[in-house]
Structure formats: structure tokens, C-alpha cells
């Protein structure tokens, strides 16, 4: 069953007029109550799988498009008969697999390099790109969540703008008339290198959109009448690395956030986490500084200078 819910702020705008209704619901401070544009994006409801997942505005649904379109697949394990490691047998192995943390049997074309176990709520889930199939032509722009609830295989994809993605990053293709035509196709060698550019946030502009949404997307999955689990503050503690600049560094350590640049302390602030796990909240001397967390796992971590500011990638330094 789907859902697809228009918000109240939406249709304000819509209107183009101030009834004395909607006026009374702006004075009110209910709108305020919105914090970020993810309150305002439509909702896609799995009644069989049990959850529920937003998406924009501009994003096509569950129809392919040539911009960026979300297709949510699921279906019970035990039905299962894909191709591509989607299908029974595979699924039952993975099952267990993530309920111990590990990534277990590839469905799918996964880059390698992309491959990691994402926890959403109190899920373990696949999250991996897929960036060709098959053939030396074959290009796609896909990133993939996988993970089951409720004895169904769910995979969320957000599929990139191919044509506009291709021309805006030219260095990571060639023409191979031989096999493709004039078509330009993968130089496969630099598929990793693609990957990492995008991960380290250094994509084309398009490119690092379609990457970076997909990320939020996830972050709004909810189970039904599951509250999230996640020991978020766990998962923090520790020193972290940025991926954009390797002498800046994070540290959470019993309540205190430390900033550091080439290993000299520069900041220091007290830090919480919001109860449903998606914000980290810093306050030093009364000043509050507040993160959207876009994805945490063992390894790596996203933050979301709010509002609607940086996206900051950090890896969590080895022990």
C-alpha cells in the first residue's frame, strides 16, 4: 500500500494565500515544529514489510525516469526466485549474516569498494553501489540499501541521472567503438575511483546530489511500532578522521566533543543525541551547533552541518 502525504506547509504554499485557518496554525508555533525539509517530503508506506520511507518532491517513484528516480522493492523471503543472489537461498544466508553485523553474500553487481553494513533503526542492511552489469557497455547509477523486516526482502534504490552524471564527470569514461559504438562506456579501471571521489565528497555536482540523497532518503526509514535502538552515543565514541583533509579530527569521549588539526585541540564542546538517534546536538558556553546524522556504522561517519550546511565525512581511526 502506498501513501503519498502533501504536508501542511506544502499547500500553504501552494495556495498563495493566508486563510485565517493557516494563519492561526503560523502563530500557533506548530510550524516551527518542522526542523528540516525531510518533514515536508512524501512517504512511501510497505504495509507487507512494515515500514515506511520518504522521499522528495522531484523524485520519481517506483518509475524509471531520466532524472533521479527511488524504487522500493519486497517481497517475502520464502517467494524469492531472482536472479542475482536475489533469491531464496541467498536471502536465508544473509538474513543471518546481518543479524550478527556482517555483510554476507553479494546480491547484485556491487562495486567493491562500496560494499558496508549500514544499521537503519535497529536493522543491519547491505549498502552498496551498483555502477554496471553484464557488459563492457552496460552503465548504471545505482545505490542500493538491502535488508529484510518483517520476512520480506526489502531493496531500496535511488537511481542516478545517467546522461547528466556522465557528462559532468567525462575523466571516469572512454569510447570503446569496438565493442560499444560512439557511446561512451566505463573505463572500469576508475569505477573505484569514482566511488571514492563521491564518498570523500569531491564528486561533480550532480553526481555527489544523486550520492549524498540517497543518504538522506535512508536516514527517514521507520519500522512499524519499532522505536529506533541504536546505541548512537556508542557508536561516536572514538576519534575520527575526515576524509576531506587527514589533519582534522573529531573525538567523542563521556559526554564531550573534541575538535582537533594536526593533532592540536582547537574546540571542545558538550554533546547529546537526540532520542530518535538523527541529530547531534554541541553546546560550549550556551552556543548550540546542531548535526544532522546522515549514517554511522563502526566505521565511518556523516554529518550534516545544519542548517543546510556542510556534509562532513570522517573514518573512524584504528585502534
Not at 72 to 96: F, I, P
Request: with cysteine; net charge negative.
Amino acid at each position: 500500500m502506498i501513501k503519498r502525504i502533501l504536508p501542511i506547509m506544502a499547500l500553504l504554499l501552494i495556495s498563495g494565500c493566508i486563510s485565517p485557518a493557516e494563519k492561526e496554525f503560523n502563530d500557533s508555533g506548530r510550524a516551527k515544529a518542522i526542523e528540516d525539509e525531510t518533514d515536508l517530503w512524501m512517504v512511501y508506506e510497505d504495509q507487507d514489510a512494515a515500514f515506511s520511507i520518504k522521499y522528495p518532491h522531484d523524485v520519481t517513484l517506483n518509475e524509471r525516469s531520466d532524472g533521479l528516480t527511488l524504487l522500493v522493492e519486497s517481497a517475502k523471503v520464502e517467494t524469492l526466485e531472482g536472479t542475482m543472489g536475489y533469491n531464496k537461498e541467498t536471502a536465508e544466508k544473509n538474513v543471518e549474516s546481518l543479524n550478527n553485523g556482517e555483510y554476507g553474500e553479494d546480491v547484485d553487481w556491487p562495486i567493491e569498494s562500496s560494499k558496508k553494513v549500514r544499521t537503519v533503526s535497529s536493522t543491519s542492511a547491505q549498502d552498496f553501489m551498483v555502477l554496471s552489469r553484464f557488459d563492457v557497455c552496460s552503465i548504471v547509477f545505482e545505490r542500493k540499501l538491502y535488508f529484510f523486516n518483517n520476512d520480506n526482502q526489502v531493496v531500496v534504490t535511488l537511481l542516478g541521472p545517467k546522461d547528466e552524471i556522465i557528462e559532468s564527470s567525462p575523466d571516469f569514461f572512454k569510447i570503446d567503438s569496438e565493442n560499444c559504438g560512439e557511446e561512451k562506456v566505463w573505463d572500469l579501471d576508475k569505477q573505484d575511483e569514482f566511488y571514492d571521489e563521491l564518498k570523500a565528497n569531491a564528486g561533480s555536482e550532480v553526481a555527489q546530489n544523486w550520492f549524498n540523497l540517497f543518504d538522506r532518503i535512508v536516514n527517514t526509514i521507520s519500522f512499524e511500532g519499532e522505536a529506533p535502538t541504536i546505541d548512537t552515543i556508542s557508536l561516536l565514541n572514538g576519534k575520527w578522521i575526515s576524509l576531506d583533509d587527514d589533519q582534522s579530527a573529531i573525538e567523542f569521549n563521556d559526554g564531550m566533543k573534541f575538535d582537533y588539526y594536526a593533532d592540536e585541540p582547537v574546540f571542545e564542546a558538550s554533546f547529546e543525541v537526540s532520542n530518535d538517534g538523527k541529530y547531534l546536538i554541541t553546546t560550549a558556553k550556551d552556543e548550540e551547533i546542531k548535526y544532522e546524522i546522515m549514517s554511522i556504522s563502526n566505521n565511518y561517519l556523516d554529518l550534516l552541518h545544519l542548517p543546510r550546511g556542510n556534509i562532513l565525512k570522517y573514518m573512524k581511526e584504528s585502534e
